[in-house]
């Protein structure tokens, strides 16, 4: 029987924490549904007695119906000397309404002594009453032993004395937390399996990634006997980040025979992951295992050439499980065999022997000594071939654009951008302001293009990157803009090159909106 793993997903709580990051009470009430769809076990979803935001998301959040996930409360064990039914934070807890509380207490003896200021006695009666009241009221208790691992490298038997104390209460779950995130793997998995040979509970782990190994740290723990395993979707959270759980989900239920979420909910692990990062003002980096950009991205000749002959030659799943793609990287030493490769999917037909694969080779080749790189900007290159195919009908022209960024003295004004933009046989001129000429010409082009395609009311930019490429000419050198854009679901990249930085912006959001709206339009390309 294939081995359960369940997965707790801390992105509105431990993820919160990271720096830059900002959740409204909506944005948190989506990352929930989206959490729910794939199918995670629970989703620790904040200290309800923390902030007035979280408390007013625990009670929306009740109208949600949850399919997969059960909500819990995170909280900490009472404060020192203090009946447990009268401690704040431990009361908010239980109007949190949550049937899951996940409750932290200290393993670690120099942070009982040094950091809370109180015995060591004192602190395991903490444990063993905190959670012993929330069983008497019901709830499912995970006791996540902070400090744990570090405090059994100093303290074995105190760290030990501490989930004795939570066992006793009646805890369901003993999370260990590498809460430093300073401990190699091998650590993990022999202090994790001495921890499952001496307790009759769930034995949970929860990685932070301060020495880059929480993802091998989780690992290392399931295979010492972990059952429960916690992280944030796409890894942000305190410091360096925690357990990155889009990786940690398909490693074990794509290699090591483990089940974490729906079979058929593996699919969804990098639209998830998209969206938990659009939806925190983030991009998935593009090197990210699984469900980044470059995941499943050739560009060397040999490797191109094996996965067009085999995929497994240098993919080590297909990239459709996990909803990501095959990237074909083109460049000017890109062959035939590259090329068509990339075009498999625009037209079944063009071989390697085909006039029009020889005919792109050229246009590549052509184009990249003007100064483009495709490489980087797969959506532009994509609307290239389709342009010299005969098989792309313009959805707008851009008739005229003008930009005005005049500055007063000691007073920065903002930049403005007119423009006027041709559909079909209507046209509309528009104008707006912006925090310097591209983005008041994003603005600009967008206002007049959404009278006409309201989805664009749903894309953004979400990078911009400028390079000169030939330096010694100054001012007159010619730029390269590179856009990345997004619509809450996927991501794409566009370039523009001129030697007016301005021009080649336009380029690259032209192709950008161009790009959104021919995808719109043929979803199955």
């Known amino acids: 029987m294939t081995r359960k793993i369940e997965i ?11 720096e830059g990051i900002s959740f409204s009470v909506e944005d948190k009430l989506n990352i929930v549904r989206s959490l729910d769809r794939l199918g995670v076990d629970y989703i ?3 200290n309800p007695g923390s902030n007035p935001k979280d408390m007013e998301f625990f009670e929306r959040v009740k109208m949600l119906d949850l399919r997969y996930s059960r909500l819990v409360a995170f909280g900490s064990t009472r404060r020192c000397h203090i009946p447990v039914q009268e401690d704040k934070n431990v009361r908010a807890l239980i109007g949190a309404g949550t049937s899951t509380v996940a409750i932290f207490g200290k393993c670690w003896d120099m942070h009982v002594t040094e950091i809370l200021r109180t015995t060591l006695e004192e602190n395991l009666r903490m ?5 012993a009241y929330f069983k008497s009221h019901g709830k499912e208790v995970i006791f996540d032993a902070e400090h744990f691992f570090d405090g059994y490298k100093k303290n074995p038997d105190y760290a030990m004395q501490a989930l004795e104390a939570a066992v006793r209460a009646g805890a369901d779950c003993l999370n260990l937390c590498d809460t430093n995130g300073g401990c190699f793997p091998d650590e993990i998995y022999e202090m994790t ?20 190994c929480a993802v091998a740290g989780t690992l290392m723990a399931v295979k010492g006997g972990a059952t429960h395993v ?7 959270g305190e410091r360096c980040g925690n357990t990155n759980l889009s990786t940690v989900i398909p490693s074990l239920q794509l290699k ?9 909910n593996i699919r969804l692990l990098t639209k998830t992951a998209t969206y938990i990062a659009e939806i925190s003002n983030l991009t998935v980096d593009h090197g990210m295992p699984y469900v980044g950009k470059s995941a499943f991205a050739h560009k060397g000749g040999m490797h191109v050439d094996g996965v067009n002959k085999n995929p497994a030659s240098f993919e080590h799943i297909p990239p459709e499980t996990v909803g990501n793609k095959r990237n074909i990287l083109l460049s000017e030493v890109a062959g035939r065999g590259a090329v068509v490769k990339k075009l498999s999917h625009l037209d079944h037909s063009i071989t390697k022997d085909s006039p029009q694969a020889q005919e792109m080779v050229e246009l590549l080749k ?3 000594l003007e100064g483009y790189q495709f490489e980087s900007a797969s959506a532009s290159l994509e609307l290239l071939i389709l342009k010299r195919l005969g098989r792309f009908t313009p959805f707008f022209h851009i008739e005229h ?16 951008a007119m423009v006027k933009i041709k559909v079909g046989d209507q046209y509309e001129i528009t104008a707006d302001e912006g925090n310097g000429p591209v983005h008041a010409l994003d603005k600009a082009m967008r206002k007049a293009l959404e009278v006409f395609y309201p989805a664009l009311s749903h894309m953004r930019l979400i990078d911009y990157k400028v390079r000169v490429m030939e330096t010694h000419q100054a001012t007159a050198a010619k730029v390269r803009v590179l856009i990345e854009s997004t619509d809450g679901q996927n991501v794409w990249t566009t370039i523009g090159v001129s030697t007016d930085v301005i021009n080649a912006s336009a380029t690259a959001l032209s192709d950008s909106i161009e790009y959104k709206l021919y995808k719109d339009a043929h979803p199955d390309k």
Not at 127 to 131: G, Q, V
Not at 230 to 236: D, L, P, R, V
Not at 256 to 264: L, S
Not at 401 to 416: L, T, V, W
């Open 256 to 264: 090591a025979g483990y089940h974490c979420i729906p079979d058929e």
């Open 44 to 46: 620790e979803a904040g």
């Open 193 to 212: 399996k001495a921890v499952c040979a001496r307790f009759p509970v769930k034995v949970g782990i929860h990685c932070h990634n301060d020495i880059g």
């Open 366 to 368: 052509n184009k990249e």
């Open 230 to 236: 916690q992280g944030t979707y796409i890894g942000f």
């Open 127 to 131: 444990i063993e009453e905190t959670l």
């Open 401 to 416: 654009f003008k930009i005005i960024g005049e500055r007063e003295q000691d007073k920065s004004a903002p930049s403005s």
């Open 8 to 18: 707790l997903d801390s992105t509105l709580r431990d993820g919160a924490q990271g």
